[in-house]
């Protein structure tokens, strides 16, 4: 069984950084798409980003320019860098993995996400 797990969750203010990160078998890691996802209270669950095998990333538009999505292949884990955080990024996040290309913040344009890990909680306060 696969399995991936996220940490790096906390509360910070407005304005403020965290980092995730979320490890994963090798294999997965380096041969996969991987993914961050988040989920708000009431809200459907949203494509943050993602980085292909290739190494080219994907951002949805609500975080472009504030957060970066990177790996590494050797020590088995995502990365992903939250900077000027907003309260409207509270949420909790998931990293996952598709064996397909992604071409797009949600993954790849068929199949869905094969992998997913349980999810670290993020809190922004104003």
């Known amino acids: 069984q696969v399995q991936l797990m996220e940490s790096g969750g906390g509360s910070v203010q407005a304005g403020g950084s965290l980092r995730l990160s979320c490890s994963a078998p090798?294999?997965?890691?380096?041969?996969?798409?991987m993914a961050w996802f988040r989920q708000a209270p009431g809200k459907e669950r949203e494509g943050v980003g993602i980085?292909?095998?290739?190494?080219?990333?994907i951002y949805g538009n609500s975080v472009k320019g504030r957060f970066t999505i990177s790996k590494d292949n050797a020590n088995y884990t995502l990365y992903l860098q939250m900077n000027s955080l907003k309260p409207e990024d509270t949420a909790m996040y998931y990293c996952?993995?598709?064996?397909?290309?992604?071409?797009?913040?949600?993954?790849?344009?068929?199949?869905?996400?094969?992998?997913w890990g349980k999810g670290t909680l993020v809190t922004i306060s104003s």
């Open positions: 090798g294999y997965i890691i380096g041969g996969y798409c």
């Open positions: 996952a993995a598709a064996a397909l290309y992604c071409n797009g913040a949600a993954g790849p344009p068929v199949g869905g996400m094969n992998y």
């Open positions: 980085i292909n095998v290739d190494g080219s990333t």
